[in-house]
């Protein structure tokens, strides 16, 4: 009795809504829509989703700054800007070249390496993104609650209430995304417009305090030279420090993992998409220079206005200090204006890293077979980091100096891999200069992650239990997927395509045969095996088919199936395949479609342990051909009656 296909649910629908098919050979998802171009926003607008995160660390970098280096707060910045405008900006403007489409550094060394260290590789580098963009989302919101909590018109109303607060603006983020990623770019405009200019009026009103009263200036100058004795000295002191105030330079990742949601040209492609490689260069340049204006002011302004004790814990302005100046040089009116705007800054500043989570899992995790098929979707993948963002929240009982840690190793982490990518690819390239300036970039972001790591070794744990989590659903994500079909496409040459029109006008019979030793006498030896173990009659003939495999650690690729006759009789069908019954069965499917016929396949047992054969069939792609190429045909046709035919002998 035939069976009637229902419909996807509406939620079903919904929730898939924009997912683009895998494409499983000839098999199509009833419920897959092909996802259609992204036409693309101002390189601007984009800049502003990355903003949120990048100049919402303005709400606790002076702060930071301050409390690491006391006095020495504006040169301890100066170097974070030096570091900034010379080695994270050039670097992350070669990597917007080197990885068009959003991929990052990752991709740039994913090249560098294949098999199965490459994957492992690129997991662990997924792990610390995971850590970096996911403790992003946590860190602001819990800071956000703190500001909120702080607010003098509300600290009796909302003590004791951080951890819900926290929890609720997590599942505020996530309902923004679930609406539409359109919507959180405009969220994301109006808010970094608003919070930037407020900025402008509070660094504006501390310049004026500080020029007009220049016994500040002469006081901090006379106090650093009795502190630190000598200009090198200070410099010696801001360099050591320096590793703390890591933070300021949150935000590249993500300015390049939400480059494919930039416009560019109307004559880009996705092979050379110059004007989005040319606007995203803009997007990273004018994020780093506002923001470098204001960490050098905001540094300055707050040294010299706010009493050291203040930045203490428990001190007013501990994690606050310009809504602090907001508050005592402007009135509190505009202070609570200012404290809005910064607790909707810090609460969206996850936006930047949701962002940069939706572009970057889905391009590897399920390429590698190693995240199930919807993981392709946002709106399942939003549901999935705002809950783990739940528990990240209650394990650290929203504390922002708790997570801390973890997020500067991400941070760091990064920004090194990147430029250490990019120093090979400059090496690569031939160009020697730019090699050496990149080497010696790489070496300080390596000694400030070394030293980051030395002194908070849990960024480092949290790390790697993000890691550790990766890896292990992705290998069980990868073991539960292991029979599935996953060859995009399948595409003959023309004397391919001639041997199977030819076979069609009789019965399609083939002979799975491992190209090793193609002389005569194996084809012939071979032939009379296969009649002689199935009963074949001798009027029926045959063609082979030989899968060499190539990187096993792929998931998914395309094959190209090329005929060629050997020794002036036996007609031959090469392929090259991750998986070779993966490679078999998606050319069974091919051919059926192609003819209307169900093609026959024939194998030989392969001898020894059958779980040995299936780890083999596992991680190399091999073993115990027979039964596995099969069970990826029962798998992808239900129907036995059109399922190809598979005979072992």
Not at 187 to 192: E, I, M, Q, S, Y
Not at 617 to 643: H, I, M, N, S, Y
Request: neutral net charge; glycine residues 8%; aromatic residues 10%.
């Amino acid at each position: 009795m035939a069976t009637t296909e229902h419909p996807p649910s509406r939620l079903r629908s919904w929730m898939l809504e924009g997912l683009s098919d895998m494409g499983k050979g000839v098999q199509q998802a009833p419920h897959a829509q092909p996802e259609p171009p992204h036409k693309g926003q101002r390189w601007w607008r984009v800049m502003c989703l990355t903003g949120v995160d990048y100049f919402s660390t303005l709400g606790y970098q002076p702060g930071i700054a301050a409390l690491a280096a006391g006095l020495l707060s504006p040169v301890a910045t100066l170097v974070l800007v030096l570091v900034t405008l010379a080695g994270a900006l050039p670097v992350y403007r070669r990597v917007a070249e080197e990885s068009p489409h959003g991929e990052g550094s990752i991709a740039m060394l994913e090249r560098l390496l294949s098999f199965w260290q490459g994957k492992l590789f690129v997991l662990t580098l997924l792990g610390f993104a995971a850590t970096d963009f996911l403790i992003t989302i946590t860190l602001s919101a819990a800071d956000a609650s703190t500001h909120l909590v702080e607010n003098p018109h509300l600290t009796a109303t909302l003590h004791n209430h951080q951890m819900l607060i926290t929890l609720f603006l997590v599942a505020l983020l996530g309902a923004v995304f679930l609406k539409g990623f359109l919507e959180a770019i405009g969220v994301a405009v109006a808010l970094v417009g608003i919070y930037l200019g407020l900025n402008v009026i509070v660094v504006a009103v501390g310049l004026w305090h500080v020029l007009t009263a220049e016994h500040l200036v002469t006081d901090w100058t006379a106090a650093l030279t009795a502190q630190h004795g000598s200009v090198f000295a200070m410099i010696g002191v801001a360099l050591l420090v320096f590793p703390k105030l890591a933070l300021g330079l949150s935000g590249f990742e993500t300015g390049v993992a939400v480059m494919p949601h930039v416009k560019g040209n109307p004559d880009d492609t996705e092979e050379r998409p110059t004007g989005r490689i040319r606007d995203t260069k803009k997007l990273l340049t004018t994020a780093a220079l506002i923001m470098s204006a204001f960490l050098i002011t905001t540094s300055f302004i707050t040294t010299l206005l706010i009493p050291a004790p203040e930045f203490q814990p428990g001190g007013k302005a501990n994690g606050r200090a310009l809504a602090y100046l907001a508050h005592h040089y402007i009135g509190n009116t505009f202070g609570t204006v200012y404290d809005i705007s910064t607790i909707a800054i810090l609460w969206f500043a996850g936006a930047s890293a949701m962002a940069g989570l939706l572009n970057l899992m889905p391009r590897y995790l399920p390429r590698y077979g190693m995240a199930p098929h919807w993981a392709r979707a946002v709106r399942p993948m939003v549901i999935v980091f705002t809950l783990i963002g739940f528990l990240v929240t209650w394990i650290f009982d929203a504390d922002v100096d708790k997570q801390g840690g973890a997020y500067a190793t991400g941070v760091l982490v990064l920004i090194s891999s990147a430029a250490i990518a990019v120093t090979i690819a400059s090496r690569k390239a031939g160009r020697h200069k730019w090699t050496v300036a990149f080497a010696v970039i790489s070496a300080v972001f390596l000694y400030t992650t070394v030293v980051n790591v030395i002194e908070r070794p849990d960024g480092v744990k949290i790390g790697a239990c993000f890691i550790a989590g990766i890896i292990l659903v992705s290998l069980l994500s990868r073991l539960a997927r292991a029979f599935e079909l996953r060859v995009t496409s399948v595409t003959l040459d023309a004397m391919a395509e001639r041997f199977v029109r030819d076979i069609a006008s009789r019965k399609i019979r083939f002979i799975a045969n491992e190209p090793d030793r193609r002389d005569k006498a194996k084809y012939r030896d071979k032939i009379e095996q296969i009649r002689k173990d199935n009963d074949v009659p001798e009027s029926e003939d045959f063609v082979f088919v030989e899968v060499t495999v190539t990187d096993p650690s792929e998931f998914e690729a395309r094959l190209n199936v090329r005929g060629e006759v050997l020794h002036d009789r036996y007609r031959v069908l090469t392929l090259e395949s991750s998986s070779i019954p993966n490679g078999l069965a998606a050319l069974l499917l091919h051919v059926r479609e192609m003819t209307g016929h169900i093609p026959h396949i024939y194998f030989e047992w392969t001898e020894g342990s059958p779980f040995a054969n299936f780890l083999r069939f596992f991680l190399f792609g091999q073993g115990e051909v027979a039964p596995v190429t099969r069970e990826v045909l029962r798998e992808a046709e239900p129907d036995p009656a059109k399922r190809p035919r598979v005979h072992t002998g």
